[in-house]
Nanobody, 124 residues
Framework: QVQLVESGGGLVQAGGSLKLSCAAS????????MGWFRQAPGKVREFVAV????????YYADSVKGRFTISRDNIKNTVDLQMNSLKPEDTAVYYC?????????????????WGQGTQVTVSS
């Protein structure tokens, strides 16, 4: 298990931006693919973005392509999610997750560790 702590959530007006950060406590951070998921009330948790262990491959959900950017720093053991042009439908609890897969995972079952989540609320 990798200990993950998210930060950066909050309230923002539609069209605004937020940056989420996730700090990981592990000696092998660079060997984990890091991803972001989100869950809105009454809905299932959905994939948002993922960055592979070497940070050279990224995959985004169609709903956030062109607006969100995932990045990681294997020296600081952190992964960020820059969210621009936010919409009310982006409102959700956002979770940082780690996967030991060698590929670019995007399914919940492929991730081993999860953060506690951080609330993002976008007002209209």
């Amino acid at each position: 298990q990798v200990q993950l702590v998210e930060s950066g959530g909050g309230l923002v007006q539609a069209g605004g931006s937020l940056k989420l950060s996730c700090a990981a406590s592990t000696r092998t951070f660079s060997r984990y693919a890091m991803g972001w998921f989100r869950q809105a009330p009454g809905k299932v948790r959905e994939f948002v973005a993922v960055n592979n262990w070497s940070a050279d491959a990224k995959y985004y959900a169609d709903s956030v392509k062109g607006r969100f950017t995932i990045s990681r720093d294997n020296i600081k053991n952190t992964v960020d999610l820059q969210m621009n042009s936010l919409k009310p439908e982006d409102t959700a609890v956002y979770y940082c997750a780690a996967s030991r897969t060698y590929a670019v995972p995007h399914l919940e079952a492929e991730f081993d560790s999860w953060g506690q989540g951080t609330q993002v609320t976008v007002s209209s």
